[in-house]
């Protein structure tokens, strides 16, 4: 039988198709931290039913937890609340993973699960957040889950599901000098729009994605969801394979690997949906308005008032902007480098490469939050935190930080943050803030020259 990727990973795990169209699917790996958690904990505990399979979650807290202070942290009553209930639930229910405020492994949910050994390729993974289509780079059918689910899976270790359409986004050739991963995947979402993908999951391939890092294909595979699919996904290749065997704790038998050496498309497979982008026709890129699709060549404009409907219209509004402008000169008042997306070594790595020997613009705020306490360990042992210091960077701990207004890493109303994180939507940095999507070298460019600037030019006569 010809299969897709996808159709590979799903026959896998079904459990049992039913009448209505449903199919029963069985969830390999449960993703779960402090803010959709303690629903879920309650929903089940009502109805008396126990955790099915414990060993299979795995916990963190992450988006309530400050960055700064942690050994002593100053928590709002229900940040303090949820994050003492994760680790009460976990204790209850015989959650052993359990990666809490202050162990040493602690992180953003998709950061440790790869770092760890958790995700592995060929698996099924749900968290009640939406950027859990991160793992689908590791060759992962992987998305978010409402809270209602994240019970069912709990109790069951199975969804209900409704088999998505598929379609497959071919990239290839080079990439330009200073374009990254977070500059593509800005580009498909600007060209093909943020509802394009809805009812799909989209697999990524072509010889641009080859060449990435697993890091790099993370970046891409965690923004599927803004183009409104379920999720994304990469076929798994040796890259793959050394990754996790390098951070697996476990040993990885021969039937293993053959089963991960078999997930590929089938060359007669007929998507529902292809697209084809070439790579050198990718510039740095960054958003200008209020959902990642509006984006553009950093050295591009905004598009004219005849190409933007009223709701556009309105996003130009709310960030200060108009039609035709260019946003080259512009000053930034905030940067934010971190979030599930952008706070890997690599990123950390990037930024501290462009700022090193130099000094941040006077008047900008700039936050490098690391995606976990791993991470922080390594950037410290490489002395990148020494860099930062330097530059006058903020280097905090660990968290989802500014990327959403649910911690004290908020950004002031009316103040622009040049933002690694995935979502520029109104408000999502803070009330009134406004924030412009990039990739870490845009931002650490920006951070240092306190404006927007053709980072092409700089990368020429700078890199």
């Not at 229900?78 to 209850?92: A, Y």
């Not at 109790?155 to 991963?181: D, E, F």
Request: charged share 20%.
């Amino acid at each position: 039988m010809i299969q897709s990727l996808f159709d590979k990973i799903w026959n896998y795990h079904l459990v049992r198709k039913l009448d209505n169209g449903i199919d029963v699917i069985y969830i390999d790996r449960h993703y779960i931290h402090e803010v959709t958690s303690p629903q879920a904990f309650l929903e089940i505990e009502k109805r008396n039913i126990s955790v099915f399979r414990p060993k299979q979650i795995v916990a963190t807290a992450d988006h309530n937890v400050p960055t700064i202070h942690q050994s002593s942290p100053d928590l709002d009553s229900l940040s303090r609340i949820q994050i003492n209930l994760l680790t009460k639930n976990c204790k209850k229910f015989g959650i052993s993973s359990l990666y809490g405020l202050g162990h040493k492994n602690n992180g953003i949910v998709h950061i440790i699960g790869p770092e760890l050994g958790h995700t592995k390729p060929g698996m099924t993974i749900v968290c009640g957040d939406s950027h859990t289509s991160t793992h689908g780079a590791f060759g992962c059918i992987a998305f978010g889950i409402g809270t209602t689910q994240v019970a069912m899976v709990m109790a069951s270790q199975c969804l209900l599901l409704s088999k998505p359409k598929q379609m497959r986004i071919h990239l290839n050739g080079n990439l330009k000098k200073g374009v990254t991963s977070k500059d593509v995947i800005l580009y498909i979402i600007s060209k093909l729009g943020v509802d394009s993908g809805i009812g799909y999951f989209v697999e990524y391939s072509g010889s641009t994605f080859q060449k990435m890092s697993m890091e790099e294909r993370m970046t891409v595979c965690n923004m599927s969801i803004e183009m409104g699919a379920k999720g994304g996904l990469i076929a798994p290749d040796q890259k793959t394979f050394d990754y996790v065997v390098e951070h697996s704790n476990e040993k990885i038998d021969y039937k293993m690997m053959k089963y991960w050496k078999s997930l590929k498309t089938d060359m007669e497979y007929v998507f529902d949906r292809e697209y084809s982008f070439m790579a050198d026709d990718i510039d740095p890129m960054i958003t200008y308005g209020t959902d990642p699709g509006m984006a553009m060549k950093i050295n591009g404009t905004i598009p004219n008032q005849s190409f933007l409907d009223d709701k556009k219209m309105n996003s130009l509004k709310y960030m200060g902007f108009s039609p035709g402008e260019s946003l080259i000169g512009k000053t930034i008042d905030y940067i934010f480098i971190g979030s599930c997306t952008n706070s890997r070594i690599e990123d950390l790595r990037l930024v501290a490469s462009i700022v090193k020997g130099k000094k941040k613009s006077r008047h900008i705020h700039v936050l490098i939050v690391p995606g976990s306490n791993k991470v922080l360990r390594q950037a410290k042992k490489e002395g990148l935190d020494v860099i930062f210091n330097n530059s006058g960077l903020d280097f905090r701990e660990p968290g989802c930080s500014a990327c959403l207004g649910m911690n004290s890493d908020k950004i002031p109303s009316g103040k622009y943050c040049v933002s690694t994180s995935n979502r520029n939507f109104e408000g999502r940095q803070g009330p009134g803030s406004r924030t412009l999507l990039s990739s870490p070298l845009t931002a650490a460019v920006i951070a240092i020259e306190g404006k927007i600037v053709d980072i092409n030019k700089y990368i020429h006569e700078e890199i």
